[in-house]
C-alpha cells in the first residue's frame, strides 16, 4: 500500500496512474496498444558504445547493436515468455530452450539424410527498406543468406572452426536455402540462425561499406538512423516492417514506438540518476546495491531480477609460471572467502556456484551439492591449506603477478582490492592493472593478456559455454587452458545428437574444469532491471536470441498519457 499512496502523491491524485501501478502485467498487455513516442533504454551493456557494425569483424556486442534491423532466421518465441503465460523469462544471453525457437526470416526448416541437411524456406515479401546511397527497396532472398554466411565464414577475423561442420550453403530457389553438413552439431541453428554472429543483411550494404554505420540496413522492426560514439545508438521505426503482434485477440502492425534509443553511460551513479528522473525508459543493469534507494525515491519502478548470465572468474595462465602447478591454482581458489563475497560484498544477491554451467539450463546444470568432495573444497575458504600448498608448489614465500581488469565494471572494480586483499594473506600480491574495454578486450584475443585476468564471460549456452573457455586456443580463452583429452571430449559433445547423452558429457567435463582449476571461481552475482509504468507488454525479457533484444523492443509500447500525468 505505501508504494500505491506514494504514486498517489507523486501523480497528484491520478485514479489513472493507481490503477496502472495496481494492474498486474497480464493485465497491462491486454491493453490496447498506442503506436509513436521514443523509448530511452540503459541496455545490459549501458556502459559500452558500439564495438563494431560490420557482421564479418565476428564482433560479440554486434547483435546488441545491429539486431533492431538486421534480422536472423531464427528468434525467440516470445509468445512463450512468462509474461504471456509461457514458462521462459528470456533472460539468458545465448540460449533459446528447443521448444522457445521460432522461425524469423525462416518460414519453416525441414531435415533431410543423405546427405545431411536442412531446407529452410523463407517467408515471402520480407522488404529491404530504402536506403539511399545504398539500395533500393527490395526482397529479401535465399542469395542474401547465402552471401550473409559465405562473408562471415571466409572472413579473416573468422573463428577457426566455427562452420567445420558445415559443407555447402546454396539457394535452390528463391526463397530456399540448403544447409548440408558434413556432420551432427549439437550448435547448428545456433552458430548460423540466432548465434551471436548470424544475422542476414544485403550484399548492397557490404558494397557501400559495412564497416559504416551509415551504411547499415537490413529487414527488421527499425532502421539505424544515428550513432555518435561513447553517447547514444538512434533507430527509428521501419515503416514497411514485416510482422505482426496478436494483442487481446488482435493483430497489430509492429513496432509500437517510432524510436529507440540506446544511452551509452560510463558512470553508474550517471545512469541510475537517469533512470530515477525518469530520462531513461528501462534500465537493465543494476546493482544489488543501488536497489534499496532506487525503491525508496522512485517507488513506481517496476523490477525484475535475474542471475547474472555471465560468470565471473579471475584467469590463471595455465601456460606461465606458477600457474602450470595445479597445486597453485587451487591454492588462490581456497584464499579467497568466496562465502564471505555473497555475504557481504553482494548483500546476498549471489550464487556461490553458477558458472560454467548455469541454473537456468536444466538438466546441464549440477548444484556445488552434487560435484565431487575436490570441487567443492574449492569453495571453501581454507588459508592454512592454501599456504600448505603454496609451499609443497615450491612458493612458500608466494609471489607477485599482474591482474587485468576493466574500467567498464563497477562491480568489478570494487571486487578486485577485495582479492588483493585475501591473496595477500597468503603472501601472494597482485598488480592491478585498470584497462578500457577495447584495450582490455584485445588483450585476451590476441593472447597477450596478463598472468590473471578477471572477466565476465557469457554462459552462452550448454555446449558453447565450455568450447569457448576451454577449447585448444579458442578466442575466449584467458587460462590458455590446452588439454587434447578435453578437447576430444568437447568434440564428442557436438557430434552427439541424443540430447540425454550429450547431458552426461557436460556434466563430466564441467565437473573436470572445475576441478583442475584454470580460474578463481567467483559467485555469479544477481542483477535488476528496473522500468517506468509508462513501458506496456514488458516484464524485463532481456534477450530474444544471442544478445540480441531487437525482436522484444519492437513489442513494446509507451503509454504517453500516462508518462505525461506521472510529470516525464
Known amino acids: 500500500m505505501s508504494v500505491i499512496r506514494n504514486a498517489w502523491r507523486l501523480a497528484a491524485g491520478s485514479a489513472a496512474i493507481l490503477l496502472a501501478l495496481a494492474m498486474p502485467a497480464s493485465a497491462q498487455t491486454e491493453a490496447k496498444p498506442q503506436y509513436g513516442g521514443t523509448l530511452e533504454i540503459g541496455t545490459v551493456y549501458v556502459t559500452l558504445s558500439a564495438l563494431s557494425f560490420d557482421p564479418a569483424d565476428w564482433n560479440w556486442k554486434l547483435n546488441h547493436d545491429t539486431g533492431n534491423y538486421l534480422e536472423q532466421l531464427f528468434a525467440a518465441d516470445l509468445s512463450k515468455s512468462k509474461k504471456n503465460g509461457g514458462k521462459h523469462p528470456f533472460y539468458a544471453d545465448a540460449y533459446l530452450p528447443s521448444d522457445a525457437i521460432r522461425g524469423e526470416l525462416a518460414e519453416s526448416w525441414e531435415w533431410k539424410k543423405d546427405p545431411l541437411r536442412v531446407e529452410i524456406r523463407l517467408r515471402k515479401g520480407i522488404m529491404f527498406p530504402d536506403k539511399p546511397g545504398v539500395m533500393q527497396s527490395r526482397e529479401l532472398t535465399a542469395e542474401d543468406v547465402v552471401f550473409s554466411y559465405n562473408r562471415l565464414a571466409k572472413s579473416p577475423k573468422a573463428q577457426a572452426g566455427y562452420f567445420s561442420y558445415v559443407d555447402k550453403v546454396e539457394a535452390t530457389d528463391r526463397h530456399t536455402v540448403v544447409f548440408t553438413f558434413n556432420s551432427f552439431h549439437a550448435e547448428w541453428d545456433y552458430r548460423f540462425g540466432w548465434g551471436y554472429y548470424s544475422p542476414i543483411y544485403p550484399k548492397e550494404m557490404a558494397d557501400a561499406g559495412a564497416t559504416n554505420w551509415k551504411n547499415g540496413n537490413g529487414t527488421g522492426p527499425f532502421m539505424l538512423t544515428d550513432f555518435v560514439q561513447g553517447n547514444s545508438n538512434t533507430y527509428s521505426k521501419n515503416p514497411i516492417y514485416w510482422d505482426k503482434e496478436k494483442i487481446g485477440g488482435a493483430e497489430y502492425k509492429l513496432p509500437f514506438v517510432d524510436k529507440v534509443v540506446y544511452r551509452t553511460i560510463k558512470d553508474e551513479a550517471t545512469f541510475l540518476t537517469a533512470l530515477r528522473t525518469g530520462k531513461l525508459d528501462i534500465l537493465e543493469t543494476i546493482r544489488w546495491s543501488a536497489v534499496d534507494e532506487l525503491k525508496k525515491s522512485a517507488p513506481q519502478l517496476q523490477w525484475s531480477k535475474w542471475l547474472n548470465m555471465s560468470g565471473t572468474f579471475l584467469a590463471m595462465r595455465v601456460d606461465t609460471k606458477p600457474f ?28 556461490l556456484f553458477a558458472y560454467p554451467q548455469h541454473p537456468d539450463y536444466g538438466g546441464y546444470f549440477e548444484p556445488l551439492s552434487a560435484m565431487p568432495d575436490s570441487v567443492k573444497e574449492l569453495f571453501t575458504y581454507n588459508p592454512e591449506k592454501a599456504k600448505k600448498l603454496l609451499a609443497e608448489a615450491g612458493v612458500p614465500k608466494g609471489f607477485t603477478f599482474k591482474v587485468q581488469v576493466c574500467s567498464c565494471s563497477p562491480d568489478h572494480i570494487d571486487l578486485i582490492p577485495l582479492l588483493a586483499a585475501y591473496l595477500e594473506q597468503v603472501g601472494v600480491k597482485i598488480e592491478i592493472q585498470t584497462m578500457e574495454y577495447g584495450a582490455f578486450l584485445s588483450a585476451m584475443t590476441t593472447k597477450t593478456n596478463a598472468a590473471g585476468y578477471l572477466m565476465n564471460n557469457g554462459h552462452t549456452n550448454p555446449t558453447r559455454s565450455l568450447h569457448k573457455s576451454f577449447f585448444t586456443k579458442e578466442v575466449w580463452n584467458p587460462s590458455q587452458w590446452s588439454d587434447p583429452k578435453l578437447d576430444a571430449k568437447l568434440d564428442e559433445m557436438y557430434r552427439t545428437s541424443d540430447e540425454e547423452k550429450r547431458v552426461e558429457i557436460i556434466r563430466d567435463i564441467t565437473r573436470e574444469i572445475v576441478d583442475k582449476a584454470p580460474y578463481i571461481w567467483l559467485p555469479t552475482p544477481y542483477i535488476f532491471t528496473a522500468w517506468w509504468p509508462w513501458v506496456k507488454n514488458y516484464a524485463g525479457e532481456l534477450r530474444a536470441g544471442a544478445v540480441r533484444p531487437g525482436p522484444i523492443y519492437a513489442r513494446i509500447w509507451v503509454d504517453q498519457e500516462l508518462k505525461k500525468k506521472m510529470g516525464h
Open 324 to 351: 602450470d602447478d595445479i597445486r597453485v591454482r587451487r591454492a588462490l581458489n581456497l584464499a579467497v572467502n568466496k562465502q564471505e563475497i555473497v555475504k557481504e560484498f553482494y548483500g546476498g544477491n549471489a550464487e
